[in-house]
């Protein structure tokens, strides 16, 4: 295994434990207010810190997304196309994304420090620097996760492997083994 798979491996190990620890907590935090109201009291946070949650829930799962290099894309369009476009274009959408992500990073930095006079209504000790640093953190990891994963894109992009037909010829032939398994 290479530095850059296991790189890899523990960084998507990392996010999927965040992510998981995110839905878990939020899910506490959910069920538990609805208990409460339902108890006739209330919890006065409830409210913010369930949506930064679901902030952080969406950008850390979406890291975890580009590393697995599931995100939108239109992997059958780029497949079928001749060698020299298919690199073009994978060429090209690394370089908007990378940038995109780049700029994220920099101007969700350069708010922070905006923020930092800021806190959370219901709870004055939390600074909004500190909820608002998932945008800077995960538009960074995000350039990492592309980057990590470049090498396997760029040998299936080579080779006008289309990871979606992959991914559902897989499901099919699990259902298949599911079905016979369960016909035995």
Same mark, same amino acid.
């Given at each position: 295994?290479?530095?850059?798979d296991s790189?890899r ?22 069920i538990g207010?609805?208990g409460l ?6 919890i006065?946070?409830y ?7 679901l902030?952080?829930l969406?950008f ?9 290099r599931?995100?939108?894309g239109f992997?059958?369009? !780029?497949?079928?196309?001749p060698?020299?476009?298919?690199? %073009? *274009? @994978? /060429?090209a959408? +690394?370089?908007?994304v990378?940038?995109?992500f780049?700029?994220?990073a920099l101007?969700?930095y ?6 930092a006079w800021d806190?959370l ?7 909004l620097? !500190? ?8 538009a %960074? *990891? @995000? /350039?990492l996760? +592309?980057l ?9 992009m080579?080779?006008?492997?289309n990871?979606?037909a992959?991914?559902?010829e ?7 083994e599911?079905?016979e398994?369960?016909?035995?």
């Amino acid at each position: 295994m290479t530095l850059i798979d296991s790189s890899r491996y523990l960084l998507e190990r990392l996010l999927e434990a965040l992510t998981v620890i995110l839905l878990l907590a939020l899910t506490a935090i959910v069920i538990g207010a609805v208990g409460l109201r339902m108890l006739g009291s209330s919890i006065a946070w409830y409210d913010e810190v369930a949506s930064i949650g679901l902030a952080w829930l969406s950008f850390y799962g979406a890291n975890l997304a580009a590393l697995k290099r599931a995100h939108m894309g239109f992997p059958g369009l !780029v497949s079928h196309a001749p060698a020299a476009v298919r690199t %073009a *274009l @994978f /060429i090209a959408s +690394e370089v908007i994304v990378i940038g995109f992500f780049a700029v994220v990073a920099l101007y969700g930095y350069r708010v922070l420090e905006v923020l930092a006079w800021d806190s959370l209504v219901s709870l004055p000790w939390i600074g909004l620097d !500190v909820t608002q640093s998932v945008i800077p953190i995960s538009a %960074a *990891l @995000f /350039i990492l996760c +592309e980057l990590l994963s470049l090498p396997m894109a760029w040998r299936k992009m080579r080779s006008g492997v289309n990871s979606e037909a992959e991914e559902i010829e897989a499901a099919i032939r699990q259902a298949e083994e599911d079905l016979e398994e369960h016909r035995a």
